[in-house]
Each structure stands twice: as structure tokens, then as C-alpha cells.
């Protein structure tokens, strides 16, 4: 055997073994059994073949005895790493611990398990819960009326506020013994969804008090006497909550709170008592201008030692009735001509005693984690159900708008460029709602995700701006008009606040979603960090060593995928039709678990200061869940033959994301031999997938240009208004419906007066007079005369834009 055969023959071995996932022991054997062949056969002098076995022997045996392999490797590598090693603070041990593993461990593994993909249960809405979807929250819907709350009221009518509280809007989380609703998180998502289609300023409203605040918390971390007290209160509205985090420094970044709390004596209705004197400033509170219950993060110290020999005791959470001396509140933001209750609020030496932090003196210094808890689940429910509910109007507005619009006497859906418009309208909702469902689904099965929440916070609310956005350009001059009749003006406004809200966007995919992955869901890199910290080098060892053996593992299956497009990966689930969009996500994952471990290996602790870099792995994971949540819902929902190029659609966007962002991630990684090794090893052959053909585009567009089933599913939850044939009525949504369904209807009559036009038969221009001239020439029947009329009608119903004679006062902003 030549020399280079020898080489390039062990090379092949060690892929094989690495890419098998073989054990120590059983690859170590095989190499040495393939040595000692390849020795004898090569026919090397002897001397020479003794020393070889001799060297390999002896890596064989410091690689598997434990205690040589401590002695020689592991114990100096754990030395180093407790020198270098920055001490982790109880807050980011806390940050580390909350929440729970999920799909992002799956993706993290390199080899998603798909039985636990589609086995994963669905939420089912009880019967309550869908009572009253199809009650209250009707009921609401049919009361608000946008323009009036936006631009006449600057906030909710009186009576919407009364029956708010009455039908315990507020209390949808808290549970019925303490007199709230105690739906789950897939009711609470589906109520926000219908509302949101209908007000953004009514959803918020209601979304705020069942997220992040003191109800929640107070659920999770509330003595029994805060929440028999409290919770029922909330429940009903007799007490408006807010939570008071953000402040003008340090934003909303709890770690950095300048408010403070002493612990001190003080006197509380009439009594001394040990308590807390706070000072602080928050800005951007929803519910603050109106709050009776203030939940409120600041940074608690005992200088005094009145409590323990501990001085700075950490973020804490308390719940302070609004009449308490020192409060300033009331005074309101505005924004984005959203008007619900937001604003600022400040306390001056505001004393409270022990038993209003949450949980009591128990809460003391728990804020942190409380806060980790609550985010983990929370952000994942109320704004990607408020962005879905969003996509889902524009997905069945401009579609039968596009149809209704007409420039040169074509429906303006026929051109290409509104048609690729309305493919991402529709592409995109479908990723949305596939995305708030299972994530919701989680949450109601007990996960608290905080890289899947987070991963959904941030793609939804961004998805949302990118649909409205798509939505305004296809309606045009209308969309820019305010008024009564306009369906989207209000929602392209509020984009924005949802995407800089519970963790900005800019710095959920620079920092928080990567960053976060890889210190929890890496099979291995946590268990290393708590061997270092509980200087357990057994462990250690366990862990490094599989370490080493999983990023091998990852490199040659990378080598392996990308020699053949993945075709080798054999998903032991799943129908033909999701196949292949399962192998690309296993060749995708594998990269990225490959390129998450290099990055860190090579860049240390600069790898947080990489925020390009870590942004794109952030994308490559965030486009890898959507995909597995997009075959998941539609799996879910039986494969439905009419839905297959949505699901197409929506699979060939993000696996082309996710690849071209490990590409872009390659193109700027700052070791470039490294890099071109890893481009050759996970791109042999160049980049493999595509962007979604026109074709596939022109398929999907039409799902929401026409009456369709598909359309139906896609829209599924929003309010659409009951349609009343009145020229004065200003319920946009409902004509549209109306006009899509009776366009089908007059199709063939339409074409026989576009025919008899052509021919010459026709020669008004006007479309009710050439309508009158058909009939009376018997081109069409009386009742298709008719329902044209009404078509036209519907017509110049919707493509009438709202003016006004003057504009003063409050009709001014």
C-alpha cells in the first residue's frame, strides 16, 4: 500500500467512525486493527512498524485509561480553564437555569429527533374556551371601532373598558379559584389573535395584564395571602396591574436597574415596621397612567445588616397600590397614534413594608430568576399572537382587495409584481401562525423555551412589519389615507412597538438568541462550565471528551452532507411530501451545531463581542425552528393537498436563510484558512438550495385571491365583521368577503360582456351602463344583471378613500 493511499485510506476510516458516532474504545480498536494491516502491507522495515505501533499504542492507551488520561490531558485543560473562566454572578447562573430545553436542543443535537416532532401533542380549545371566543370576544370585536379609539377617543370607549373587566378579559391566565378564566396559553394566543385583527390599541390592553406582571407573577411566586388578595381583584378589573421595569438609563436590562431600595424602619399605618424606602424613574409602562397596582423591579440593599449579614441583596419585585405616598404617576406616552395607556411613573422615598415584595420576604433578591421564568414563557404568547393576528388580516384583506383594485382593466393581483407581494403576505402569515401554535402548544405542555420564545418574539413581530409592510405597498394611495374605511394605517404604525418591546429586536438576534443556545441547549459546553464551578474534574473529563468526540462527529457529517446533498440522512417519520425539508434541516443543524462549537473554540470570550456573527447563527437556528413549525402544523392539520404550497413556500424560504447565513457566517469569520476549510468541507459544491420559484409563488398568491379553503385556514381567527349591504358602512373586511365570493359567482357573466365588448356588441365604457346595455340586449339574464351591480357597487365601496372637510382639534394628530 502506497504512502498516500495508507493516508488517504485512514482519513477515510476516521470520517467513518466520527461520522458513525462510534465510542472511544471501538474506534480506538479500529484504528489500531487498520494500522497494523495497513504496516504489514506496506512491508516497512521492521524497526519502523514496531516504533509506529508503539506511538499508537500509547495514544491508545492515555485516550482510554481514565485516570492516565486525566493525569496527561483532562487535570491541565481543567487548570486552565478555572484561570481563564470568568466567575459566573448568581444573576447569570439564574439566566443559565430558567426556563427549559426544548426544540433548540433538538436543533443544537445535529440530529433532530422526529418521532418527538410529530408525536408532539396539539392543544385543543375546551368547550369553554371556544364559548368564548365565539361570545365575549365576538362580542368585543363588534364593538370597537378603530378609528373612533384612535383618533377620536385616544383611548378605549368607557363601555369597551366596562365590559373588559365584566367578561374578566383580565384574568384569562389566572385561575378559576381565585375567579379569573384559567384558560391556556393556546386560548389566551387566540383571543389576542381575533382582537389584534380588529385593534391593536383593544389587544394590548388586554394582552398586558396576562403577560409579564403581577398577575403571573404573583401565580408563580406570590404568597397564598398576596394571591387570595390580589388575583381576584385582577381578575375583574377592580385593580389595573402594570409592571414597571424599564427606566431611562438602563432600559430593559434588569441586570443594570438604577432604582433602588433600602431596607430601613419606617411607619406604616400608624405602626413601625421593617420595610424598604425605594426611589425610582420608569418610562414606557402599559396600564401606567391608569394602574391602581404597581409591580415594580429594583435593586434591593441592606446596608444597615437589618435583615442578615448580606448587604446587596438583588433584583426584587414589588406590588405597590397607586395612593401610596411619594408616587407620581398619570401622565401618558403616545405611541405611534396607538393610544393605550402607556406611560411614565416615579416614586420618591416611597416606603413599603416587607410583605409587598412578591412572594414576601422569601422574594427577597428573587427577581432576576422570577423574571427569567416569567420571560421564558411569556414572550412567546401575547406578541407573536398579536404579529400572526396582524398577518392574518392582511393575508385576507389584500388578497380580495388586490382583486377588487382594477388598473387597465385587470384586477390588479394579475401583475406580477402586486402578486409577489401577496405571495409573501400569505407565505409569511402561514410561518407565523405555524410558529405561535407550536410554541403555544409547548407552553401549555409544560415547557418554558426561552430560545424558542424568544426565536418566535423576535421573527414574528419582524414577519408582522415585513407583511404590513408588503400590504400598504399593494393597497397604495388608500393605505396612506386615514380614515374610517382604512384597514391598515393603524397596524403599519404600531409595527414598531412590538418589535421594541420584552427585548429589543436588534439585540434578541445579536445577542440573545445564539449566546443563549449556546450555554444551554450544547450537549456538552454546560456540563463543563459546572464541573469547572464545582471543581469536579471526573465530570469534567466525561464531558470534554465526548465534546471532542461530537464535534468531530459534526465535522465529517457536515464533509459527508455536503458530498451528497444530505441524501444519506433517512428521517424515520414524516410523509414524502416533508421528507426532504427534514434531511435539509439535519444537514443545516449539523453545520450549525459544528460552526457553534469552532466559534467558540476559536474566539473564547470574543465571541459575544462578535454580534454579526453570533446574529447570523442566530438566524440559521431561528430559520431551522421555523421550518420544523411549519411541517409540524402541517402535519397537524392533515396535510391538506390545497395548503401544499404555502407549506413549500414557507419550508424553501428558510432552509435558503439558514443556509445563507451559515454561508455569510463563513464569508466573515475572522480566521480565513479555518474558513475556507469549513466552506469546502460544508459546501463541496457551492450552496445548494434556492429561494422559492415564481411558479410556486404564483400558486401560493392565488390561495388568497380567491375564496379558497386555504384561505380560510390561513385567516382562521380573526373578527370578520357581519356584512351589511349599506352604502354608508365604513366595515371594509366584510365587503371584501363579500366581493370575492361574488366575483366567482359573476364570472362567467363578466365574461360575456368583456366579450361582447371586444366584438363590438357593447359600446358603453361606463361598467353599469355597459352592465344595463348587455342586458337589454339579452347578452345577460336579469339576475346576473343583478348580482353585476352589486359586484360594482361592492366595488366603489372599497376602493373609496376617506376625506374630511376640515381637520381641527384632536382630528389634527
Not at 366596562?162 to 379569573?180: H, L, M, Q
Not at 410554541?439 to 424568544?454: C, F, K, L, M, S
Not at 396535510?639 to 451559515?662: G, Q, T, V
Not at 392565488?702 to 380560510?712: E, F, G, V
Request: charged letters at 20%; proline letters at 5%; glycine letters at 8%.
Amino acid at each position: 500500500m502506497g504512502y498516500m493511499a495508507f493516508v488517504l485510506s485512514a482519513v477515510i476510516l476516521l470520517v467513518l467512525l466520527t461520522y458513525l458516532r462510534a465510542t472511544l474504545r471501538f474506534a480506538t480498536v479500529s484504528f489500531f486493527i487498520f494500522l497494523v494491516l495497513g504496516l504489514l502491507l506496506a512491508r516497512y522495515p521492521a524497526p519502523v512498524t514496531l516504533i509506529l505501533l508503539g506511538l499508537a499504542l500509547l495514544i491508545a492507551l492515555v485516550l482510554n485509561l481514565p485516570w492516565l488520561r486525566k493525569w496527561m490531558i483532562s487535570r491541565p485543560l481543567f487548570n486552565q480553564a478555572k484561570r481563564v473562566m470568568p466567575r459566573i454572578s448568581q444573576t447569570e447562573q439564574e439566566a443559565l437555569d430558567a426556563g427549559t430545553l426544548w426544540w433548540d436542543q433538538e436543533i443544537w443535537s445535529g440530529e433532530p429527533e422526529w418521532s418527538k416532532l410529530f408525536a408532539y401533542p396539539e392543544t385543543k380549545l375546551s368547550e369553554e374556551e371556544q364559548a368564548f371566543l365565539a361570545g365575549p370576544v365576538e362580542e368585543l370585536c363588534a364593538m370597537l371601532n378603530d378609528w373612533q379609539i384612535t383618533h377620536e377617543e385616544l383611548d378605549l370607549p368607557p363601555r369597551v373598558w366596562e365590559f373588559i373587566k365584566k367578561n374578566r378579559f383580565f384574568g384569562i391566565i389566572i385561575p378559576k379559584k381565585y375567579g379569573g378564566l384559567g384558560f391556556s396559553a393556546t386560548a389566551h394566543s387566540e383571543i389576542i389573535v381575533k382582537i389584534s385583527s380588529r385593534s391593536i390599541t383593544a389587544a394590548v390592553t388586554v394582552m398586558v395584564p396576562n403577560s409579564l406582571g403581577p398577575a403571573e407573577l404573583l401565580m408563580h411566586y406570590g404568597t397564598e395571602e398576596q394571591r387570595a388578595h390580589y388575583l381576584p381583584r385582577l381578575a375583574i378589573g377592580e385593580e389595573i396591574p402594570c409592571f414597571g421595569l424599564t427606566g431611562p438609563e438602563a432600559g430593559s436590562d434588569a441586570g443594570s436597574i438604577p432604582d433602588r431600595g433600602i431596607v430601613c424602619t419606617g411607619e406604616y399605618q400608624g405602626n413601625e415596621v421593617v420595610g424598604i424606602r425605594l426611589n425610582w424613574h420608569k418610562r414606557y409602562i402599559t396600564l401606567g397612567p391608569i394602574a391602581t397596582l404597581i409591580g415594580l423591579a429594583f435593586q434591593l440593599s441592606d446596608p444597615d445588616h437589618i435583615l442578615g449579614q448580606q448587604t446587596e441583596l438583588g433584583i426584587t419585585f414589588g406590588l405597590i397600590p397607586r395612593d401610596t405616598p411619594g408616587i407620581e404617576i398619570g401622565s401618558r406616552h403616545f405611541p405611534l397614534n396607538c393610544p393605550f395607556q402607556n406611560g411614565p411613573n416615579k416614586g420618591h422615598d416611597v416606603f413599603i413594608p416587607l410583605d409587598m415584595v412578591i412572594g414576601g420576604r422569601a422574594g427577597l433578591g428573587k427577581g432576576w430568576s422570577m423574571l427569567m421564568e416569567a420571560l421564558a414563557a411569556g414572550r412567546g404568547i401575547s406578541l407573536p399572537a398579536l404579529s400572526t393576528g396582524g398577518g392574518k388580516f392582511a393575508s385576507r384583506a389584500m388578497g380580495a382587495y388586490a382583486m377588487a383594485r382594477r388598473q387597465f382593466n385587470l384586477p390588479i393581483a394579475r401583475f406580477e409584481g402586486v402578486e409577489e407581494a401577496l405571495t409573501r403576505i400569505a407565505g409569511n402569515t402561514y410561518i407565523m401562525d405555524a410558529t405561535r401554535l407550536l410554541t403555544v402548544h409547548g407552553i401549555d405542555n409544560g415547557e418554558r423555551p426561552a430560545v424558542i420564545t424568544a426565536i418566535a418574539k423576535y421573527h414574528l413581530t419582524e414577519l408582522m412589519r415585513s407583511v404590513v409592510n408588503d400590504a400598504m405597498d399593494v393597497q397604495g394611495g388608500a393605505g396612506i389615507c386615514l380614515g374610517p374605511r382604512n384597514l391598515l394605517g393603524r397596524m403599519y404604525q404600531a409595527a414598531p412597538i412590538g418589535i421594541t418591546v420584552e427585548g429589543a429586536n436588534i439585540l434578541t438576534r445579536s445577542f440573545i438568541i445564539f449566546n443563549q443556545s449556546l450555554l444551554r441547549c450544547h450537549p456538552y459546553l454546560k456540563r463543563e462550565i459546572d464541573s469547572i464551578s464545582r471543581q469536579d474534574l471526573d465530570q469534567f473529563d466525561n464531558a470534554l471528551w465526548q465534546h471532542i468526540g461530537f464535534l468531530l462527529s459534526n465535522f465529517s457529517r457536515s464533509l459527508v452532507y455536503g458530498l451528497t446533498g444530505g441524501i444519506l440522512i433517512r428521517p424515520a417519520l414524516g410523509s414524502s411530501v416533508v421528507q426532504g425539508y427534514l434531511r435539509q434541516i439535519t444537514r443545516l443543524a449539523t453545520a450549525f451545531a459544528l460552526l457553534g462549537d469552532l466559534s467558540l473554540l476559536v474566539l473564547g470570550a470574543d465571541l459575544k463581542r462578535k454580534e454579526k456573527l453570533t446574529a447570523r447563527l442566530s438566524d440559521t437556528i431561528s430559520h431551522l425552528f421555523l421550518t420544523m413549525a411549519v411541517i409540524k402544523h402541517f402535519t397537524n392539520q392533515q396535510e391538506p393537498e390545497e395548503d401544499r404550497p404555502l407549506l413549500h413556500w414557507a419550508c424553501r424560504k428558510n432552509l435558503y436563510l439558514a443556509e445563507e447565513s451559515i454561508w455569510s457566517f463563513l464569508l466573515n469569520f475572522p480566521f480565513p484558512p479555518l474558513a475556507r476549510l469549513l466552506r469546502l468541507a460544508i459546501f463541496p459544491f457551492d450552496r445548494r438550495l434556492k429561494l422559492p420559484s415564481d411558479r410556486l409563488g404564483h400558486r401560493v398568491a392565488a390561495l388568497i385571491t380567491a375564496p379558497t379553503k386555504a384561505r380560510d385556514r390561513l385567516t382562521r381567527g380573526i373578527f370578520v365583521p357581519a356584512y351589511e349591504d349599506d352604502p354608508e358602512s365604513t366595515e371594509t373586511l366584510s365587503m371584501l368577503d363579500a366581493y370575492l365570493q361574488l366575483m366567482v359567482e359573476c364570472d362567467h357573466a363578466e365574461k360575456k360582456i368583456q366579450m361582447a365588448f371586444k366584438q363590438g356588441l357593447l359600446v358603453q365604457t361606463d361598467q353599469l351602463a355597459r352592465i344595463t346595455e348587455a342586458e337589454a340586449q339579452n347578452l345577460i339574464s336579469a339576475e346576473e344583471a343583478s348580482d353585476l351591480r352589486r359586484l360594482e357597487q361592492l366595488h366603489q365601496q372599497i376602493i373609496t378613500v376617506d376625506d374630511f372637510s376640515h381637520l381641527t382639534g384632536k382630528e389634527a394628530l
